[in-house]
């Protein structure tokens, strides 16, 4: 840590006021940390793959229920069939899961 005493104002009779002090700290380090086989702090699990889905799958959803895959658009979104609504429904989404 590199520190910086600055002295501002201040008179014979008050020597103290006036001064104050400046802190400049490091940068943190930028490298990731290399995780030991052994360590009980074992590195995060990596993500599931996102579900993939095509025309025609069974799905879930929490909210509206059982549906049908209509239309997929290049892994951004899905089109499903609920019965009395057609839904667009961006992936990867927690709340759609298929059957």
Do not use: N
């Not at 997929?72 to 298929?98: H, M, W």
């Amino acid at each position: 840590m590199v520190c910086a005493a600055v002295v501002t104002g201040g008179s014979a009779r008050h020597p103290g006021q006036g001064r104050r002090m400046m802190v400049a700290m490091k940068p943190p380090r930028a490298e990731t940390r290399r995780y030991l086989p052994g360590s009980p702090f074992k590195p995060p699990a990596p993500p599931p793959p996102a579900e993939v889905f095509a025309v025609h799958d069974q799905v879930t959803h929490d909210k509206y229920g059982l549906g049908v895959i209509l239309g997929v658009e290049d892994d951004v979104a899905v089109l499903v069939d609920f019965g009395p609504q057609r839904l667009r429904i961006p992936v990867p989404c927690a709340k759609l899961t298929k059957l």
